[in-house]
């Protein structure tokens, strides 16, 4: 019999429309990728050529279990240069991903039935593994025109005892938009941790992001090297936690991934040192791609009433085409062969959203919107 964990959690329905879009291609069509959140670009010289030494020099055995002690050095002092804010090394836990990361933040958080405050739309996984872990989500229906973030008066309606955490997202997925200091201020007030995913740190076109440890050191700080650096399939993230936490995490992490991949962490300790130009040039290219996408769909009567400025996402209101996301993201797929995120995948306030993601190639995108202007002409008038 399979369990009941394995049988209920939800799938990640952009990867659903990947794989329909794999299919497609194998048929022979070409499809226009603007569905998964990827960069397009090659992981840089430096980080591959730093992973390529560490395994001519025979550095392929197991690290220890909280990372290379020199990539937490690297990672506090990256936060001290962006932030300002002082952490030590043994408050760094690495891992194998940004995946496996949460699910040891919320293994060692919560216990049966404990709560965790999700703003609605939100990435998919996580109330997923807030639920496989035993915990509830608890979700909060957030505004397009606040750009589909927390007021604090929403939160604090949503407190009781068996909250232990508030979730936030600066980039965020799917929105792209970034939280604003005064606002992170407020949140960071509330008694239970701030859970703060950084992953599109580094992504910002206009304004500035903010970790949430300039605000308050009761948080946790989700962070890698997937979006960032275009090591998707490297396998590497950090959390950076209170001290007590850290030696929970550590021993399920002995238990259940021993360590991250070693010859990753060389290359992304290189990254850190040495990618800033690479990451400098990505950074820029995303922007005039995103530049350029936001008007063309507005052009093409979607409805965006707070511009990204992060992150390299759109999510876009297609309620005027349909109301229902995942039926309109397949049939654009088979039809226009352009994949796009359905907004149900973020939640049901993303209802009757798109979400397009902008890591590719300015003449994809461009070839993507022309199909799209075609499909609506002809299934949407």
Request: net charge negative; charged share 25%; glycine share 8%.
């Amino acid at each position: 019999m399979i369990s009941k964990k394995a049988r209920e959690i939800p799938p990640f329905i952009v990867m659903d429309v990947l794989e329909k879009a794999q299919e497609l291609e194998r048929m022979g069509e070409r499809v226009i990728h603007l569905e998964v959140g990827e960069p397009d670009f090659d992981t840089p010289e430096c980080i591959n050529e730093a992973s390529y030494r560490a395994i001519c020099d025979g550095k392929t055995h197991y690290t220890h279990s909280l990372g290379l002690i020199e990539l937490r050095e690297a990672i506090v002092e990256d936060y001290w240069e962006k932030y300002h804010v002082n952490i030590s090394p043994e408050q760094v836990l690495v891992a194998s991903g940004t995946s496996p990361a949460m699910l040891l933040l919320f293994s060692s958080l919560l216990e049966e039935e404990d709560q965790v405050i999700l703003s609605n739309p939100y990435y998919p996984c996580y109330p997923n593994i807030i639920r496989f872990v035993g915990g509830t989500p608890i979700f909060i229906d957030v505004k397009e025109e606040e750009g589909f973030q927390y007021l604090p008066e929403m939160i604090e309606e949503k407190l009781t005892s068996r909250v232990k955490g508030i979730m936030i997202n600066s980039p965020s997925n799917p929105t792209g938009n970034v939280m604003s200091a005064e606002r992170m201020t407020k949140i960071s007030k509330f008694s239970p941790f701030i859970i703060s995913d950084e992953i599109y740190h580094g992504l910002v076109y206009e304004g500035e992001a903010h970790s949430i440890l300039e605000f308050t050191d009761r948080a946790f700080v989700m962070n890698g090297f997937s979006k960032l650096y275009a090591m998707t399939g490297w396998r590497l993230g950090y959390l950076i936690a209170p001290k007590e936490f850290i030696r929970p995490m550590q021993k399920i992490q002995q238990n259940l991934f021993i360590s991250a991949s070693s010859f990753s962490q060389w290359g992304a300790l290189a990254g850190l040192k040495q990618a800033g130009h690479d990451i400098e040039r990505m950074r820029q290219t995303y922007d005039r791609r995103r530049r350029f996408l936001i008007p063309r769909l507005k052009g093409l009567g979607f409805g965006i009433t707070v511009e990204p400025t992060g992150a390299f996402y759109v999510l876009a209101n297609a309620k005027k085409f349909s109301q229902d996301s995942y039926s309109l993201a397949f049939d654009i797929l088979v039809k226009a062969k352009v994949g796009v995120a359905p907004g149900i995948d973020f939640g049901s306030n993303a209802e009757g959203y798109l979400r397009f993601c902008y890591a590719n190639s300015m003449e994809n995108i461009e070839e993507g919107m022309n199909r799209l202007q075609q499909y609506l002409e002809e299934y949407h008038r």
